[in-house]
């Protein structure tokens, strides 16, 4: 998935941290401490009902009734599942309160149920079933489908032509918002899709259409089925006044894939534009990953009303405001493409995996602009997208609370991926891709970090533990000293390098860092393997040194240290201006220290004043929350306000923009 606007989640994840004391310890262990009961669920979280582990589910069968003028929805599903467990009895699905079930059908008697206020409906079988035992269910339901976070489920919507336009948006946990299901990502299973909708429309899902037929008077219906395996979701509904662009897609690896764009008729002639480079993209995906993963079937585009795109399985739907007609969206195009590989193909086990998806399909972009301008975009591109202090606020890439806290899953994941590539080299590197997304069994299976890691270590010949885990647990980068010094040498004055380097913050990283010594007669290329809390290091050149730089392309995710340059007090205001009441102060302690916040306001009065005692100096940056509001408990009016910082004598002074 690609989300534009992330302002909800980074406002829930604010509001949190304030109460726990920072963003940081809003982690998955604290979330599941505070369950109450197993019916506790949250889609943001990508919770389902605990009890469906016992079950697989190996077919979906939907038969939909979609009707835009009352928002409303009817459906049948059939599950098809097979019981993991003996004497398995209670079959627990997940459908939303909102939505009302009127039967459940099991081998053409109706069977009671109980519809739980934690979005779980537990179905007693007459008799239970061995583990192993195949059998199936069939839930009819009907209702006006709610969008639990405003864009999230089926989204009822009227496009630039005042036609209806009806679009489901899934992830993490939202299928059971419209539709019952095992709302998981671990379960993947085939399914078929039958949509019946006013005969003014048309109707896309994933896979291929089998048949259109018309239906009542004034309906019609189109009969969908997906031929591998999904998770819920990336099943897809869209329904609108949709015109439709194709064309054949031949690649030089072997694939004849139909693209299919579904799209607004006002933006028919901007599509043609966008999407014109979609046969070039398929080539570079599968040069750089192997062939598209669902062959025999379309790859293309349904529009909807939305702010970025979900790379549904065969045809993502995408935002109406990214169509148009410059081709500036492109990035955006490869990304949900490379998804088909990383998460629709190879989909993760558990949500804490979700950086396998995103990380890689972030990555897909930055190698798109190194396939139209080399290697200087490249870096570039993945320049443009580093931003420490926003990765720190949101939180660790691995298993982060909410699943989509923000940006850090797309753009640190992807940085992990440049920095292994950079460490591993381009040959053994790009083997390991085209492996990780093809070999072991995996395509149309699911995947772990740890699996990723090990393959990862096989292709490298290296130990990757203490590489990965710290980039992906922790919030903050290493923080390095660098030093060297330049000596009389074997070849003369000035021709021997000293470099030791250091690491100062509690978690070691894992590093090999690039060095580039330009002397009188050239350019040398060195590293330095850094894994321990030192590492040093002497070089004899040629000729004299003229100048040392550390990692000069930024191979590594790393900072300079605090304590060889940076000072003591405030440095960062985040975000600025503010969200959600909530401003974070960032500063940096070198000992334990009394710190005094003190928020002026733009005519110089104090409106705000803490003591926050003795603070102990934390990894990377210390942290502060003001929550806006001034001595009385009141929130103050939006305006310019100055934040001030006493440390032990020394002040720091940051401006401050608050919004309401």
Known sequence: MFCLFLGLNLMAAGAMAQDQGGLHQLNRQRFESTKTSPGDKDGSLGDAAAQSANYDVLRYSLDLRINPAEASLEGTVQMKFSALVPDFQDFVFDLDTQLGIDRVVYHGSELEFTQMDGDSVVVQLPAALSSGQVDSLVVEYSG???????????????????????????????????????????????????????????????????????????????????????????VSVAVSNYLLQAEQCDTPHGSSIPLRHWVFPLDYDDALVDFAPMCEMMEFCEGHFGSYPF??????????????????????????????????RDWLIVHELGHQWFGDSLTPHTWA????????????????????????????????????????????????????????????????????????????????????????????????????????????????????????????????????????????????????????????????????????AGVEN??????????????????????????????????????????????????????DHYVYLRYHLEETSAVVVRIYDAKGREVAYRDLGQVQPDPGFNEYVWNEKDDSGALVAAGIYWATMEIEGLRSVLKITVLH
């Open 144 to 234: 006006n489908p709610r969008e639990p976070h405003g864009d999230r489920g089926l989204m009822y919507r009227t496009n630039q032509d005042d036609a209806p336009c009806v679009a489901s948006m899934s992830e993490p946990a939202y299928a059971k918002y419209w539709w019952p299901c095992k709302d998981r990502p671990d379960d993947k299973a085939f399914s078929s899709v039958s949509i019946t909708v006013p005969d003014t429309l048309v109707a896309v899902s994933n896979g291929t259409l089998i048949l259109e037929e018309p239906a009542e008077p004034g309906w019609k219906t189109y009969h969908w089925s997906e031929a591998y395996p999904m998770p819920t979701y990336l």
């Open 295 to 328: 062959q025999g079937e379309k790859y293309g585009h349904a529009e909807f009303l939305w702010s970025g795109a979900m790379e549904h399985t065969t045809v993502t739907s995408i935002g109406h405001r990214s169509i148009r007609g410059d081709g500036s």
């Open 526 to 579: 060195f590293s330095i393997h850094l894994i321990g809390r030192t590492a040093s290091a002497i070089f004899e050149l040629s000729a004299p040194v003229v100048s040392v730089v550390l990692d000069p392309e930024a191979s590594v995710l790393w900072n300079p240290s605090s304590s060889s340059g940076q000072a003591v007090g405030m440095f960062l205001a985040y975000p600025n201006p503010s969200i």
């Open 353 to 520: 995996d979700i950086w396998l998806n995103e990380g890689f399909a972030t990555y897909t972009e930055a190698l798109w602009q190194e396939h139209k301008g080399g290697r200087e975009d490249y870096l570039a591109y993945l320049d443009f997208w580093r931003d420490d202090a926003t990765w720190a606020f949101q939180g660790p890439v691995y298993d982060p609370v909410p699943v989509f806290p923000g940006r850090v899953i797309y753009d640190k994941g992807s940085w992990i991926l440049h920095m292994l590539r950079e460490r591993m080299g381009d040959t053994a590197f790009f083997a390991l891709v085209q492996d990780w997304a093809n070999g072991g069994g995996r395509p149309g299976g699911t995947v772990t970090t740890e699996e990723f890691i090990t393959l990862a270590e096989s292709f490298s010949g290296q130990q990757l533990d203490s590489f990965f885990w710290p980039y992906l647990e922790t919030n903050y980068n290493p923080e390095i000293v660098f030093d060297y010094q330049v000596a009389d040498g074997d070849a003369g004055a000035e021709t021997r390098l000293e470099i030791s380097l250091r690491q100062v913050q509690d978690r070691l990283f894992n590093n090999i860092f690039p060095v580039v010594v330009t002397t009188t």
